[in-house]
Every structure is written in C-alpha cells, then in structure tokens.
C-alpha cells in the first residue's frame, strides 16, 4: 500500500532560525533584509569598479567557504565583498544569473541535478565533465576540490539497532513509519522525496522541514525521536560527536558533491580564477568537517574568523 507523504509544518519559524546565525548550525533562509541588496565588505574598497561579490548558501559550511574565497581573492589583490546567508540554491543561482553576485561555493552533483535533474552521472569525475555544457550560457564551475559534503539520511544508533539499518534498502522497509528532517526543498528535489522513492520505493510519513542545513534544531528533533531519519550533510561534527549513523547509498541516489565555485563569466578574471582554483587544489572533506566544527561546536566561531584561520594557517594568507 503506498502511504501519501503529508508535510508537517513545524512553529520554528525562519526569523528564528535566522538568529543563531553564524553561532551554530540553526540558520534560515533569508534572515531579515534583503540579503542580495546588503554587501559586507571583506576588504577595502566599495563595491563595483571591477570588485567581486562574493555570495553563499543559507547554512555554515558554505558560508565559512564563502568567506576562504573572499579572502583568497582579496590575497591575490582582487577587491571583494561578501553576502551571506542568500538561501537556498534555487536562490542563489539566479542571483549568480542576474550578476547580483559574481561567484558562489556550491556542489557538485547537486548543482548538477538543479540544471538537469534527470542526469544520470553519479560519480565525481563524470559528475564533474558534464556540468559545463548543461551550465546556462554566462555561467561556469572551476576546478573541483577534493572536499565533499554529501546530504546523507542518518539515523541514531538505537534506531540502527531496532531497524537493523544500514542502508536505504534497509530503511525502505519501514519508510511508511518514518518522519523526515529535511530542508523544505528535499520534498521536491531530484535527490529527495522523488529520488528516494524512485532508487528505494522508500516512502516517508512525512517531512518535518527544517531550514538549519542539518544543524542543531534538525540534531535535536533527531535524537529526541521527534524524527526517526534525517538529512545531514556528511561532514557535519554531530555525526561523529552522537555516534549517529549514516545509511549505505548503493545506489547512489546522492550523487558526488565535489566543493567547486559557480560563476558568473562577466567580471570573471583569470586572476579570480586562479586564486578560487589554488583554494580549490587544497580544500579537503577533514578541512570542512574541522571548519564545521569550529563554526558550530565550543568555539563558536563567526564564519569569517574561522575562513581567516584556515587562510592563514594554508599560507594564502601571510
């Protein structure tokens, strides 16, 4: 019997999220103002003259990667301002389109899926080839870092042990019984509801969305069995930290999600590029997971502090 997804509407609204930003992992989409009409400078000079805008998601990790290009670019002597927090990638690429920002940090086989959701390519290298012809025209990726941050379905260990979990094979069969964490988006994406029920037949109950990109409001609905299952990126630290469990992929419903910035050709220099490419040649997944870590754990570390430390601490910064 198939069971009709219901989506479930939480009371955390996304002004709320919005402020623990740059404190930890509850972030929102848009949190207050405008984002794409209020640049932060990240060095001197103004916008416009030749400067570049560099824009992120609406969640840490791509915010602190924002910030390492950002600093890159202002290393190499490239004037840039930042705006965070922009939203979701159905946001952000059309503000990367439009020139409203000039470059964005994004994934892989997701930004694939987004141009193309019926794609086949799965692995990084393939993954990685196709992108530039589905790519609409004025817009491109540049070098691929060995970085990945894959969404992942996790559940806790106890919830393992009682399903005998350790794939989403395993979990298709209880699917009709289990409620999702997940952004808003997941219900709709290629790689979500669609695609778990396509490569699984796995069915949810529901979804509880979430707009934190897996941070601590998703943890906790998670670890309280609030949720039985939910969509945290692989390099977030409360894996590790709650002894959570990420289920086996077989078939590669997520497909690889290589840390590559997106850009807009029109302002895009050789000398951006190759300051974003150096980035990318030394990105690595520990790197994310320890950036992570210092954005969202004890440290509480505001994303631009955390990129400095990272820049300096790689010799792009003296």
Known sequence: ????????????????????????????????????????????GATGGGSLVVGSADFPESQVIAEIYAGALNAAGITTT??????SREIYFKA??????????????????????????VAAEDVYKALP??????????????????????????????????????LAKVCKDFTMAAPATFETRAYGFPGLKKNYNCELKALKPFNDGGGNLTLQALLTDEVQVA?????????????????????????????LPLYNSAKMTDK????????????TTEDLINLNRAVSGSQKQNAKDAAAAWLKDKGIVK
Do not use: W
Not at 133 to 160: C, I, N, R, Y
Not at 272 to 283: F, H, M, Q, T
């Open 1 to 44: 019997m198939k069971h009709p997804i219901r989506t479930t509407v939480t009371r955390r609204g996304l002004g709320g999220l919005a402020a623990g930003v740059g404190m930890a992992l509850a972030l929102s989409a848009c949190g207050g103002g405008d984002p794409l009409t209020s640049p932060t400078t990240t060095a001197g």
């Open 82 to 87: 930042t705006k965070p927090n922009i939203g």
């Open 96 to 121: 990367v389109q439009d020139g409203s920002v000039d470059v964005v940090p994004d994934y892989s086989g997701n930004l694939l899926s987004h141009v193309d959701p019926e794609a086949p390519e």
């Open 133 to 170: 012809e589905k790519l609409p025209e004025g817009l491109g990726v540049l070098e691929a870092a060995k970085a990945e941050s894959k969404d992942a379905m996790v559940v806790t260990k106890a919830t393992a042990e009682k399903h005998q979990l350790k794939s989403i094979e395993d």
């Open 231 to 259: 969509d945290i990126y692989t390099t977030t630290p409360s894996i590790a930290d709650n002894d959570l469990v990420v289920l086996e992929d077989p078939k590669n419903n997520f497909k690889a999600q290589q840390v």
């Open 272 to 283: 951006a590029k190759e300051a974003l490419n150096g980035v990318s040649r030394i990105l």
